[in-house]
């Protein structure tokens, strides 16, 4: 069965700087999505940004970009110019076919 | 659009008493999910369906049954609650268009203790 990690339960940047957060998983498949979303206190789950396992160039949606190393099942999660706003829960996902596992999350404080 | 709602958004629960928490969706998604949450945890999958009258199974489905006689509703049944049950509870969609073939939109979550 896959397996995500979140190493990091928790981590602050001070606000307009830059954050990284960790995620490794294990799985033997070749083929398969990966997934940053964000939770925020009103506990609505929303996707931030998602890499095909097939694409080798790393995906960006403005301030949010991953390094995605698949050799070392390694999808971290670069946030920049941080804003108040980012203070929320955010879970590292993996996804094949219908199974979708979760890590436990990292906290992330954004401090003005 | 709606989107994906789910009732009720709260509920508390004597052990051993059943309810169903209902889940619609009104994106015409051939998918469905249900997760749930416990504290401090990421989400794990109860159950899903890939369409209307097909189910299966997640990673925890025991003490739990689904049921997918529409495209719109997949209500979760919960038999005989128990404390360890106790947890927030996602609903989720996601449709077959192929730019966002695998984001799924997820409800607002329903909150359930059991005592």
């Known amino acids: 069965a896959q397996t995500v990690t979140q190493s990091q339960p928790e981590m602050s940047v001070q606000e307009a700087e830059t954050v990284t957060l960790s995620c490794t998983y294990d799985?033997?498949?070749?083929?398969?999505?990966l997934f940053w979303y964000k939770q925020p206190p009103s506990r609505q789950m929303i996707l931030v940004i998602r890499?095909?396992?097939?694409?080798?160039q790393n995906a960006t949606e403005n301030r949010f970009s991953v390094n995605f190393q698949k050799a070392a099942k390694s999808f971290s999660l670069k946030i920049s110019d941080s804003q108040l706003g980012d203070t929320a829960m955010y879970f590292c996902?993996?996804?094949?076919?219908?199974?979708?596992?979760f890590g436990a999350g990292t906290r992330l404080t954004v401090k003005p | 659009n709606a989107g994906v709602t789910q009732t009720p958004k709260f509920r508390i629960l004597k052990i051993g008493q059943s309810m169903t928490l209902q889940c619609t969706q009104d994106?015409?998604?051939?998918?469905m999910y249900w997760y749930r949450q416990d504290p401090g945890m990421g989400l794990k999958l109860i159950y899903y369906?890939?369409?209307?009258?097909?189910?299966d199974k997640g990673e925890v489905p025991n003490g739990y049954n689904v049921s997918r006689s529409t495209t719109e509703d997949f209500p979760l049944r919960l038999e005989l609650a128990a404390p360890s049950q106790t947890s927030v509870y996602f609903c989720?969609?996601?449709?077959?268009?192929?730019?966002?073939?695998?984001?799924?939109?997820f409800g607002p979550g329903t909150r359930l203790t059991v005592t």
């Open positions: 989720a969609s996601r449709g077959l268009d192929p730019i966002q073939v695998y984001e799924q939109y």
């Open positions: 799985t033997s498949e070749s083929n398969y999505y």
């Open positions: 890499q095909e396992a097939y694409k080798q």
């Open positions: 996902a993996f996804m094949r076919f219908n199974d979708m596992r």
């Open positions: 994106m015409n998604h051939n998918y």
């Open positions: 369906s890939v369409g209307a009258g097909i189910t």
